[in-house]
């Protein structure tokens, strides 16, 4: 799809207008489009960018190669920066890098900091041992809950008697726990341009079981603190006050102008139990049993008795302290954080922008209670111990306001009737956990029995306003925050606006986005393939209260009015803020002819570049595709823009390893720009071998440095 160029403009915010065209006014060398710095891959739909005739897109689409490897643009290479089972110190890299930050303490050296996310059971389980060295007693704990056990066990409470079995579980989740988490080692960009690891007294590695055995427990502020001292309350209590054991399942993140970066906990309800009780004490552990499976690998938490209210939070680190290991910081809230956006303004308060990647999940901004005095003063950190959570409420005239998650705040939930599922899980009282509404007519019986959000929750007030935050999403729920489709990321402008990728806009067990806000191009609900929104705050200030926003629909096939994408997930500016994102689409989906949302015609996931002045402004360009079954994500530049740092995560996660470089041929019905319907024969790789490429090779995460074989910023 071309967007309007004044509405893209618009979109992106004034400054894009006056940006300076400097290298990118780059004319037709090969075929290089004015404003667009590299010649566009080719992908597996035709797209208006391209410019290719009618007659000749069928004969041009009606066959195509998948291929298994990163592929990206003549005159532009990768280099492998870091890659699964690598030594870390004492520790090793972990598994599904994805946010990434690089600081720069010098021209071309500085630390790279990695998120690591989760584990792929497939292919982990099938080269762990290859890998790692080590072999993982599976099939023996498999062996033995297939003769009892139908949907996992509950480890933590294992007797004596069954000691063994609960040691092998212990080992397995360790090593899982091992592999997720914060990562951070020290880079440098060499003669040849290939940057590599100076291994300095700063890389470390910050896992999910930190501070189990090595003391290296993580630190909290806020609150939240007030709960987790507790020594016993309505549920589980783990009885170690304000330490914390690790932090896992580390997906986006976001970087501070003083130089720490923030990690995001997003999906924890994997490993331990989400819902917490009215004083925001924790369910117990045997409500989310361990459960392993040829594709399963949930529940790791429960052997170790973790406490879920715990996870699900935003962790700051600085990269440069040897001995940071992370704090957790409560008034940013409990939810599946997925980015962080900083607005950090000299005399202002600090602002912070974080989604929760749920359907149904809601955007937030926590202002600090002082004022930013220097933006880059590592100092500011503290500003994050005081402050205030607000969840967004978008009106669908295109304004908005920011809703207190505090005691005070009045109960207001969304009526179910206004979302495309009609599902609203709030607050259960008196046992605790959720209840899933799904009628207006509950939500007016809500209502009547609770007035306010300290209605909901118990305690002294610090202590309500600790479980208000634990309890975060759903006592958003309860306040009327706008249930929303899925967003993933929450990034600044350079003129201080917001701006949000939605994924998907489909509705699922956990909620649904909000119909009046959340359509396709023609009112369609529901829209699978992602939106992003631009929000400006009134008068441009970060603690405003109210706000306007703007919406694109730019997720879809070209005919349906799409840009030849799927599902925006990060995205980021280069230094002439043209637009850079890649996409999240299901792994289960991706190649698949049968998917009824037809997520399988757009191929693998990819990287995208939108450029922001000319003639092409608000065009989108195919810059990159990524190896088999993998997500693309963590895009981060060098200040130089010589360097895109890319995270490839989870390639071969359906199939696992690629067997003998098998492939199969598969039938898609396709579309012409103008909607004429052909059929392509695709051949599509079956699993991965992707870093290493030779055959059988077990495919692994890595973290790649993209750059141009001239040594030319990108772009």
Not at 61 to 87: C, H, M, N, Q, R
Not at 252 to 270: I, K, M, Y
Not at 620 to 625: K, N, P
């Given at each position: 799809?071309?967007?309007?160029?004044?509405?893209?403009?618009?979109f992106?915010?004034?400054?894009?207008?006056?940006?300076?065209?400097?290298?990118?006014?780059?004319?037709?060398?090969?075929?290089?489009?004015?404003?667009?710095?590299?010649?566009?891959?080719?992908?597996?739909?035709?797209?208006?960018?391209?410019?290719?005739?009618?007659?000749?897109?069928?004969?041009?689409?009606?066959?195509?190669e998948?291929?298994?490897?990163?592929v990206?643009?003549?005159?532009?290479?990768?280099?492998?920066?870091?890659?699964?089972g690598?030594?870390?110190r004492?520790?090793?890299?972990?598994?599904?890098?994805d946010?990434?930050s690089?600081?720069?303490?010098?021209?071309?050296?500085?630390?790279?900091?990695?998120?690591?996310?989760?584990?792929?059971?497939?292919?982990?389980?099938?080269?762990?041992?290859?890998?790692?060295?080590?072999k993982?007693?599976?099939?023996?704990?498999?062996?033995?809950?297939?003769?009892?056990?139908?949907?996992g066990?509950?480890?933590f409470?294992?007797p004596?008697?069954?000691?063994e079995?609960?040691a092998?579980?212990?080992?397995?989740?360790?090593?899982?726990?091992?592999?997720q988490?914060?990562?951070?080692?020290?880079?440098?960009?060499?003669?040849?341009?290939?940057?590599?690891?100076?291994?300095?007294?700063?890389?470390?590695?910050?896992?999910?079981?930190?501070?189990?055995k090595?003391?290296?427990?993580?630190?909290?502020?806020?609150?939240?603190?007030?709960?987790f001292?507790?020594?016993?309350?309505?549920?589980?209590?783990?009885?170690?006050?304000a330490?914390?054991?690790?932090t896992?399942?580390?997906?986006?993140?976001g970087?501070?102008?003083?130089?720490?970066?923030?990690?995001?906990?997003?999906?924890?309800?994997n490993?331990?139990p989400?819902?917490?009780?009215?004083?925001?004490?924790?369910?117990?552990?045997?409500?989310?049993?361990?459960?392993?499976?040829?594709?399963?690998?949930?529940?790791?938490?429960?052997?170790?008795?973790l406490?879920?209210?715990?996870?699900?939070?935003?962790?700051?680190?600085?990269?440069?302290?040897p001995n940071?290991?992370?704090?957790?910081?409560?008034?940013?809230?409990?939810?599946?954080?997925?980015?962080?956006?900083?607005?950090?303004?000299?005399?202002?308060?600090?602002?912070?922008?974080?989604?929760?990647?749920?359907?149904?999940?809601?955007?937030?901004?926590?202002?600090?209670?002082?004022?930013?005095?220097?933006?880059?003063?590592?100092a500011n950190?503290?500003?994050?111990r005081?402050?205030?959570?607000?969840?967004?409420q978008?009106?669908?005239?295109?304004?908005?306001k920011?809703?207190?998650?505090?005691?005070?705040?009045?109960?207001?939930?969304?009526?179910?009737?206004?979302?495309?599922?009609?599902?609203?899980?709030?607050?259960?009282?008196p046992?605790?956990?959720?209840?899933?509404?799904?009628?207006?007519?509950?939500?007016?019986?809500?209502?009547?029995?609770?007035?306010?959000?300290?209605?909901?929750?118990?305690?002294?007030?610090?202590?309500k306003?600790?479980?208000?935050?634990?309890?975060?999403?759903?006592?958003?729920?309860?306040?009327?925050?706008?249930?929303?489709?899925?967003?993933?990321?929450?990034?600044?402008?350079?003129?201080?606006?917001?701006?949000i990728?939605?994924?998907?806009?489909?509705?699922?067990?956990?909620?649904?986005?909000?119909?009046?806000?959340?359509?396709?191009?023609?009112?369609?609900t529901?829209?699978?393939?992602?939106?992003?929104?631009?929000?400006?705050?009134?008068?441009?200030?970060?603690?405003?209260?109210?706000?306007?926003?703007?919406?694109?629909?730019?997720?879809?096939?070209?005919?349906?009015g799409?840009?030849?994408?799927?599902?925006?997930?990060?995205?980021?500016?280069?230094?002439?803020?043209?637009?850079?994102?890649?996409?999240?689409?299901s792994t289960?989906?991706?190649?698949?002819?049968?998917?009824?949302?037809?997520?399988?015609?757009?191929?693998?996931?990819?990287?995208?570049?939108i450029?922001?002045n000319?003639?092409?402004?608000?065009?989108?360009?195919?810059?990159?595709?990524?190896?088999?079954?993998?997500?693309?994500?963590?895009?981060?530049?060098?200040?130089?823009?010589?360097?895109?740092?890319?995270?490839?995560?989870?390639?071969?996660?359906?199939?696992?390893?690629?067997q003998?470089?098998?492939?199969e041929?598969?039938?898609?019905?396709?579309h012409?720009?103008?909607?004429?319907?052909?059929?392509?024969t695709?051949?599509?790789?079956?699993?991965?071998?992707?870093?290493?490429?030779?055959?059988?090779?077990?495919?692994?995460?890595?973290?790649?440095?993209?750059?141009?074989?001239?040594?030319?910023?990108?772009?």
């Amino acid at each position: 799809m071309k967007l309007k160029r004044r509405d893209f403009l618009l979109f992106l915010g004034a400054g894009a207008a006056t940006v300076a065209l400097g290298t990118y006014l780059i004319q037709q060398k090969k075929g290089i489009l004015r404003g667009v710095g590299f010649q566009p891959i080719k992908g597996p739909m035709p797209l208006e960018t391209q410019d290719i005739p009618l007659a000749q897109q069928i004969a041009d689409f009606s066959k195509y190669e998948v291929a298994d490897d990163l592929v990206l643009p003549e005159g532009y290479t990768y280099d492998i920066v870091g890659v699964w089972g690598e030594k870390i110190r004492d520790s090793r890299f972990g598994y599904n890098n994805d946010y990434l930050s690089f600081i720069e303490t010098d021209k071309d050296e500085g630390y790279l900091t990695i998120n690591f996310e989760y584990i792929s059971a497939i292919p982990w389980f099938q080269t762990f041992e290859k890998v790692i060295g080590k072999k993982l007693p599976l099939a023996e704990i498999k062996a033995t809950l297939e003769k009892g056990e139908k949907r996992g066990i509950n480890a933590f409470a294992l007797p004596s008697e069954q000691a063994e079995l609960k040691a092998k579980i212990q080992l397995v989740c360790e090593e899982a726990l091992i592999d997720q988490g914060i990562g951070v080692i020290s880079i440098r960009k060499n003669a040849e341009g290939k940057w590599e690891r100076t291994n300095s007294a700063a890389d470390r590695r910050i896992t999910g079981i930190s501070g189990l055995k090595d003391g290296r427990y993580l630190d909290v502020s806020g609150p939240g603190v007030f709960v987790f001292r507790k020594q016993t309350g309505q549920g589980y209590v783990d009885k170690l006050g304000a330490k914390i054991i690790g932090t896992f399942g580390n997906c986006a993140g976001g970087t501070t102008p003083w130089g720490t970066v923030l990690s995001a906990e997003e999906n924890f309800q994997n490993q331990v139990p989400e819902p917490v009780y009215a004083d925001g004490t924790s369910f117990d552990p045997s409500e989310h049993r361990f459960v392993i499976g040829d594709g399963e690998l949930y529940g790791q938490g429960n052997v170790l008795g973790l406490a879920g209210n715990k996870y699900g939070w935003i962790v700051e680190i600085d990269p440069a302290n040897p001995n940071d290991y992370g704090i957790k910081h409560t008034w940013l809230g409990r939810y599946r954080h997925e980015a962080v956006g900083v607005r950090a303004e000299a005399g202002k308060p600090l602002a912070f922008y974080s989604g929760c990647d749920r359907r149904g999940g809601h955007l937030y901004k926590f202002v600090s209670t002082g004022k930013v005095q220097d933006p880059k003063d590592k100092a500011n950190s503290n500003l994050l111990r005081y402050g205030m959570l607000y969840a967004a409420q978008f009106n669908p005239d295109g304004t908005g306001k920011w809703i207190p998650l505090k005691p005070s705040t009045l109960v207001n939930p969304v009526l179910p009737s206004n979302l495309v599922g009609r599902l609203l899980p709030l607050p259960k009282r008196p046992e605790g956990g959720i209840y899933k509404a799904k009628s207006d007519a509950e939500i007016a019986k809500f209502k009547q029995k609770f007035k306010t959000l300290g209605d909901l929750y118990t305690g002294t007030p610090e202590e309500k306003q600790g479980a208000i935050l634990i309890d975060a999403h759903f006592a958003a729920n309860a306040a009327g925050a706008t249930c929303t489709a899925r967003p993933e990321d929450t990034e600044i402008a350079s003129d201080g606006s917001l701006y949000i990728s939605f994924t998907s806009g489909t509705p699922g067990g956990d909620g649904a986005p909000d119909k009046r806000i959340f359509k396709g191009p023609k009112g369609e609900t529901p829209w699978e393939y992602g939106w992003i929104m631009h929000l400006i705050e009134n008068e441009n200030q970060p603690d405003a209260l109210t706000f306007q926003w703007k919406m694109l629909a730019v997720g879809g096939e070209p005919v349906s009015g799409g840009a030849g994408f799927s599902n925006p997930d990060n995205i980021v500016f280069d230094n002439n803020q043209n637009v850079w994102m890649v996409t999240d689409m299901s792994t289960g989906k991706m190649n698949n002819p049968k998917d009824k949302e037809r997520i399988g015609i757009f191929g693998n996931n990819s990287i995208w570049f939108i450029p922001t002045n000319d003639d092409n402004a608000g065009n989108a360009y195919l810059f990159g595709m990524g190896p088999m079954e993998c997500e693309t994500t963590g895009l981060f530049f060098t200040q130089d823009q010589q360097t895109l740092f890319l995270s490839v995560q989870h390639p071969g996660e359906k199939y696992g390893i690629r067997q003998n470089y098998n492939a199969e041929t598969r039938k898609f019905s396709m579309h012409a720009t103008d909607g004429e319907k052909f059929t392509q024969t695709r051949n599509i790789p079956i699993g991965s071998n992707w870093p290493g490429k030779a055959a059988n090779d077990p495919p692994k995460p890595a973290v790649v440095a993209i750059r141009r074989s001239d040594s030319q910023p990108i772009g």
